[in-house]
């Protein structure tokens, strides 16, 4: 196996960083991850896993930063390299993403790689078919959701919604809106008053997984096939794994195949089946 880093401009020009793992003879075939919410390109255990599994199979291993790495992140410019913008996931406008996944699948294909695999974990899971339906993009041959999250569903459970989309909405008003807001997400997650609002109002572009809608015109729009893998301790179900996993199925309506994977025991990191869940993710490559 072989490792280089990655330096790739987004299309709206900030640096983002990214590492590929090559197998030892070349290859077709790559499969591209796309991190969750304030994650980044190395931190998951499992992304350990994807690395020697799938080069071991003749298959390359992409992993890069999005906007959205980490709370908060400085991204160094093409225009200006001695300039920055901030973002991080704080800051985060969730329909940038297609900015960000886009240049990735261009340097992919110069490499001459024909069959990509876009892959999104958690957050990532929004991201990955918003892209695909946003662009049409006929390069991606399949698309693989790590733990799918309905993020407005997840955003609107328990009391404390109400009182902090009132005080978003009141600081975006006031033009406070890059603000910060008090206090701590989910108790562990800080964000501006925009992103906030950007990620937890009914109807956005976010609004990918919807679990609970029969309307979803973005899992309608993929027509490649979907492999989705779920573990039964994930704190993100939204009714039962084998109940959402049906739902997204269903609302998936033009994809050519469809396939799920429960994983007993798993977490939303799929701790500590790593090598399993990324088992099942290689086999099911293998035999499209």
């Known amino acids: 196996m072989k490792a280089q880093f990655l330096r790739i401009f987004a299309k709206d020009g900030i640096e983002l960083h990214g590492i590929i793992y090559s197998p030892e003879k070349p290859t077709r075939k790559v499969v591209l991850h796309v991190h969750g919410m304030a994650g980044n390109f190395y931190e998951n255990k499992f992304l350990d896993q994807f690395a020697s599994q799938l080069t071991a199979k003749g298959i390359a291993f992409v992993s890069f930063n999005n906007r959205g790495h980490d709370f908060i992140a400085d991204f160094a410019l093409k225009s200006d390299p001695s300039k920055t913008r901030r973002i991080g996931m704080a800051n985060e406008k969730f ?113 990918v997984i919807a ?13 490649v096939p979907i492999l989705t893998v779920l573990g039964d301790k994930d704190e993100i179900i939204i009714h039962t794994p084998q109940k959402d996993v049906q739902i997204m199925k269903e609302l998936a309506s033009k994809c050519p195949r469809f396939d799920s994977k429960i994983i007993a025991g798993a977490d939303h990191h799929f701790y500590p089946f790593e090598k399993e869940v990324v088992g099942e993710v290689v086999k099911w490559i293998l035999i499209l």
């Not at 679990?211 to 027509?223: G, M, Q």
Request: charged share 25%; proline share 2%.
């Open 95 to 207: 329909e940038e993403c297609v900015l960000d996944i886009e240049p990735w699948v261009d340097y992919l294909e110069k490499e001459g790689f024909t069959e990509i695999f876009l892959q999104g974990h958690s957050l990532g899971c929004s991201k990955v078919p918003y892209y695909v339906a946003q662009k049409l993009d006929k390069r991606i041959k399949a698309v693989i959701l790590l733990a799918a999250a309905d993020m407005i569903k997840l955003g609107m459970r328990g009391t404390a919604y109400a009182e902090w989309f009132s005080r978003a909405t009141k600081m975006q008003k006031e033009g406070r809106g890059s603000d910060l807001l008090p206090g701590k997400w989910w108790d562990w997650n800080i964000m501006s008053a925009n992103t906030f609002l950007n990620f937890f109002t009914k109807g956005n572009e976010i609004d």
């Open 211 to 223: 679990i609970d809608s029969k309307n979803n015109s973005i899992l309608s729009k993929i027509t």
